[in-house]
């Protein structure tokens, strides 16, 4: 009776495959990569016209251009708010997403920043993270990326925030010197 019985039974309908979900660890690396993403692609191209043009010189009249004395010569400092907040934001992401792997945000403040970076120029820091980071694809950031980082690290040193975002043009950069934010010297 039991083998009538199992014949009569027709056997179990299969379920239908369904994916696997991924593993919460690679979701949560997309979640990352896409906020990335998205964060740079909010600096695009309406915000990146502020960031390439020339930083204003620190002379601002005729006048005092031809006085001839320190007005003229006067050097625009990290002192001056040379960054925005938002720059500084955007830095911070790319800083987390492409840098935190090697570096601590404290290795790029206080003594160890004013050690290797006072008295030079932002065209100086500029140079060296576009040519040497990240350690493992050197170069491989947006200029913008590189400018937006540089103004995190302005942030995390207590520089103050302006109106006009970090240029990209080296040249510009140069002309901005980093100065201790507080005796306004280079040390």
């Given at each position: 009776?039991?083998?009538?019985?199992?014949?009569?039974?027709?056997?179990?309908?299969?379920?239908?495959?369904?994916?696997?979900?991924?593993?919460?660890?690679?979701?949560?690396?997309?979640?990352?990569?896409?906020?990335?993403?998205?964060?740079?692609?909010?600096?695009?191209?309406?915000?990146?016209?502020?960031?390439?043009?020339?930083?204003?010189?620190?002379?601002?009249?005729?006048?005092?251009?031809?006085?001839?004395?320190?007005?003229?010569?006067?050097?625009?400092?990290?002192?001056?708010?040379?960054?925005?907040?938002?720059?500084?934001?955007?830095?911070?992401?790319?800083?987390?997403?492409?840098?935190?792997?090697?570096?601590?945000p404290?290795?790029?403040?206080?003594?160890r920043?004013?050690?290797?970076?006072?008295?030079?120029?932002?065209?100086?820091?500029?140079?060296?993270?576009?040519?040497e980071?990240?350690?493992?694809?050197?170069?491989?950031?947006?200029?913008?990326?590189?400018?937006?980082?540089?103004?995190?690290?302005?942030?995390?040193?207590?520089?103050?925030?302006?109106?006009?975002?970090?240029?990209?043009?080296?040249?510009?950069?140069?002309?901005?010197?980093?100065?201790?934010?507080?005796?306004?010297?280079?040390?």
């Amino acid at each position: 009776m039991s083998s009538s019985l199992r014949a009569a039974v027709p056997p179990p309908l299969a379920a239908p495959r369904t994916p696997l979900p991924a593993p919460a660890s690679r979701q949560w690396t997309f979640v990352a990569f896409a906020c990335i993403l998205a964060a740079t692609a909010c600096g695009g191209a309406a915000q990146r016209t502020a960031t390439e043009d020339a930083v204003r010189p620190a002379v601002s009249t005729p006048t005092q251009a031809t006085q001839g004395g320190a007005a003229a010569s006067a050097a625009l400092t990290t002192l001056a708010g040379v960054y925005t907040m938002d720059q500084a934001t955007r830095g911070r992401t790319v800083f987390l997403g492409m840098c935190r792997e090697c570096h601590t945000p404290e290795e790029q403040s206080g003594d160890r920043f004013a050690k290797r970076w006072l008295g030079k120029s932002l065209g100086d820091l500029y140079e060296y993270l576009s040519a040497e980071m990240p350690k493992n694809d050197p170069g491989s950031l947006s200029p913008g990326d590189y400018a937006d980082v540089m103004a995190y690290m302005l942030r995390i040193n207590a520089m103050p925030v302006g109106a006009r975002e970090l240029p990209t043009d080296v040249a510009a950069l140069k002309r901005i010197q980093i100065v201790d934010k507080t005796a306004g010297t280079t040390r």
